[in-house]
């Protein structure tokens, strides 16, 4: 049961002969290939079974790259997320995963476990196994014929293509509800529409043929006309009723996302704005807290807002505008950040991020006022200026035990390759730190060098 | 706040200057936010007229004809256009009165599409109170008033890499108005930015008209984009 589990899925190799069936069928029973091939060239003079065999699996067996693909999509809705879906009609991942082993499921309680057990297995196998039983029972039929005895084929077929084709349309209604008709890839209608038709031609033909008696073409074709007939009438008269009852359902749907929608934003808004607002209405008298507390909420609304979805987090610009909040909450004066362009991490640009803050640290303590930040990132590098309307300070004059701005400032662009100039005057002060592109410096040196 | 009396800056008379006052409608949806501007605004301003929705606006602009316009960005009313529409309704008077849009938006397509309909100007509402002054009087002159953050927007739709010669002129900033854009959005004010490019202050105005009328009137392949690509946030 649990080797059963375990196995690797059944996928066609890319380490292959031909098509890398016999591998893949190697690396799926667990036996050695060469046996595989062996067989597969013994059964090929047996009448061509193994040829027909081959070809089958070539067929019907994705490689590893197309199973990978297959398996990744299927659970990721593009909609899911923002619609709510019952539980009970997702489809928990595990279930599609490739080796079913991964169940996160409690093994304290054994009997839910068990039942569990068995309903995914049924699922993952079930069309198999079906399938293999009826080609068993058609091979069977075929064998007894054979020795003579009497089949009555001319009930069978029709009943089984009426069996067939009934449960393709339940398997395809089935499918539609487990999706939630939520995953409305056009791949996957256009599929369930075929799926759909086959299944309404072979029980349509199926029946006739019953009913016909398996008589001949000119009559089974007059029934069919008529038949095809009948569902055309019938169709009509009940085309409005299905396209009103679609309809009601798309507005449900619409308006239930929209209930979401406005349930979240009002959660969003209890959980900030009317806490900020209770809270400011409590420490009305402190002058400094009710700035501070509006600052970091109006900061915190913004980014809500307006954030940029399609923008990758962890770039340098939100780290920049990361700090500037942090010191904004520190010290209780306004830090405004203005961006141009914006760069990805690095070691380097972490440095910067550093320095940028203890500038700003140093220019919200002692300059008493509104911080202005502002950072340009472009293709020669990256340049970030901290600037402040204090009383302003002599650089020179700063005691060498003072290690913030000579060391954390200065120092530390200086180690990476930047550099790091203060400005100060009675006006204010500004502190200006650059960090070129590594590599464009050295396709400089290069670039000289090859000129001289 | 306790400590920022250095912030503030009035704006020195300038000589030759006739001491009259700049008439001005205030525009605004919020009526506590409308007084509370009536009050910050300093005695060289008139506050002629108040109008809280886009009908309401277009009608007392057209009535008082006031000089300046502080126009919030996001106004209920008319086509839904808020303080564009109410630009663009009021072009009969392009020549006299000039429009400066307020917002809380940082959003740059809310900024952008103003300005675009012929605002002179935009700052954001947490300015204080000198500062909106200083801000109306420039332009009541005839000035553009730019705010960090929208100079920071200009440089990221037009670039920060100068115009070459061949260039469309409307297409890119020179390098001198590039450096007039970075020192105003490094929060610099335009005395300030005079002292350290050592230009006069007269010049750095005409510096930043000329972005603000490019800003307006290019049809920059890039820049257009940049704006449909804000939307789409």
Same mark, same amino acid.
């Given at each position: ?177 487990? &999706? ?54 019938? &169709? ?18 619409? &308006? ?90 690095t070691d380097r640009h972490e440095a ?44 020179? &004059? ?55 | ?88 309704a009021s072009s009969a008077l392009r ?139």
């Amino acid at each position: 049961m649990t080797t059963a589990m375990q196995r690797p899925p059944l996928v066609r190799s890319s380490d292959r002969m031909i098509a890398g069936v016999c591998r893949g069928l190697a690396d799926h029973l667990g036996w050695p290939v060469k046996y595989i091939r062996l067989g597969m060239v013994l059964a090929s003079f047996a009448g061509g079974a193994g040829l027909a065999f081959y070809a089958w699996l070539w067929v019907m067996v994705p490689t590893a790259d197309e199973s990978a693909r297959r398996n990744s999509r299927r659970p990721a809705s593009p909609i899911a997320p923002s619609v709510s879906m019952p539980p009970s009609v997702s489809m928990p991942p595990a279930v599609t995963a490739p080796d079913g082993g991964a169940q996160p499921l409690p093994l304290s309680a054994p009997a839910p476990v068990f039942a569990s057990w068995f309903r995914l297995r049924r699922i993952q196998y079930g069309k198999e196994i079906l399938l293999g039983a009826g080609l068993l029972l058609v091979a069977a039929i075929l064998i007894v014929r054979q020795f003579g005895v009497e089949v009555p084929l001319g009930t069978l077929i029709p009943a089984a293509a009426i069996l067939g084709g009934a449960s393709i349309a339940w398997m395809q209604l089935d499918e539609t509800r487990r &999706a939630g008709l939520v995953d409305k890839t056009k791949a996957d209608q256009a599929g369930g529409w075929v799926r759909l038709a086959a299944g309404l031609a072979l029980v349509v033909a199926g029946v006739l043929v019953m009913v016909s008696g398996s008589g001949s073409w000119e009559q089974t074709w007059l029934a069919l006309l008529a038949s095809i007939a009948v569902l055309g009438g019938v &169709a009509l008269v009940l085309l409005p009723w299905g396209l009103k009852f679609w309809k009601d359902l798309e507005t449900e749907r619409a &308006a239930r996302v929209r209930e979401t929608e406005r349930a979240e934003i009002a959660a969003h808004l209890h959980d900030s704005v009317l806490q900020t607002l209770a809270l400011i209405q409590r420490r009305a008298g402190s002058e400094q807290d009710v700035v501070r507390l509006a600052r970091a909420q109006e900061r915190e609304l913004r980014t809500w807002l307006y954030r940029d979805a399609a923008k990758d987090a962890g770039l340098l610009a939100e780290r920049i505008a990361a700090a500037a909040a942090e010191v904004e909450d520190a010290h209780g004066h306004a830090v405004d950040v203005v961006s141009v362009g914006d760069a990805a991490m690095t070691d380097r640009h972490e440095a910067l991020v550093l320095a940028a803050r203890e500038a700003m640290h140093n220019a919200a303590r002692h300059g008493g006022g509104a911080v202005s930040v502002y950072l340009e990132s472009s293709d020669t590098g990256s340049e970030v200026f901290v600037r402040d309307r204090g009383p302003g300070f002599d650089p020179d &004059a700063v005691p060498e035990d003072r290690l913030g701005v000579k060391e954390s400032i200065i120092g530390r662009m200086k180690r990476h390759g930047g550099t790091a100039v203060i400005n100060s005057n009675s006006e204010g002060t500004e502190v200006r730190l650059k960090l070129p592109v590594e590599n464009a410096d050295k396709a400089e040196n290069r670039n000289g060098e090859a000129k001289a | 706040m306790s400590g920022t009396p250095e912030e503030i800056k009035p704006e020195q008379v300038i000589p030759g200057q006739v001491p009259r006052k700049v008439r001005v409608v205030i525009v605004d949806d919020h009526a506590i936010f409308r007084s509370g501007l009536k009050a910050d605004l300093d005695s060289r301003i008139d506050v002629v007229g108040e109008a809280g929705t886009v009908e309401q606006a277009i009608a007392v602009i057209a009535e008082v004809q006031p000089e300046v316009v502080l126009l919030d960005v996001h106004l209920p009313g008319g086509l839904g256009g808020g303080g564009r529409e109410v630009i663009s309704a009021s072009s009969a008077l392009r020549g006299s009165t000039s429009f400066l849009a307020l917002s809380v938006s940082d959003a740059a397509e809310d900024v952008v599409a103003v300005i675009r309909a012929g605002a002179r100007g935009y700052v954001t509402k947490t300015i204080s109170g000198p500062e909106i002054s200083d801000a109306v009087i420039r332009v009541a002159d005839g000035d553009a008033v730019f705010s960090p953050r929208l100079a920071g927007f200009v440089l990221d739709a037009f670039g920060t890499s100068p115009a070459e010669i061949a260039d469309d002129e409307l297409d890119r900033l020179s390098a001198r108005e590039l450096e007039v854009m970075r020192l105003i959005a490094r929060g610099y004010s335009y005395k300030e930015v005079a002292k350290e490019l050592f230009i006069s202050i007269k010049t750095v105005e005409t510096h930043v008209s000329a972005v603000l009328r490019k800003l307006q009137l290019s049809s920059r392949h890039e820049l257009t984009k940049w704006a449909a690509e804000r939307r789409l946030l």
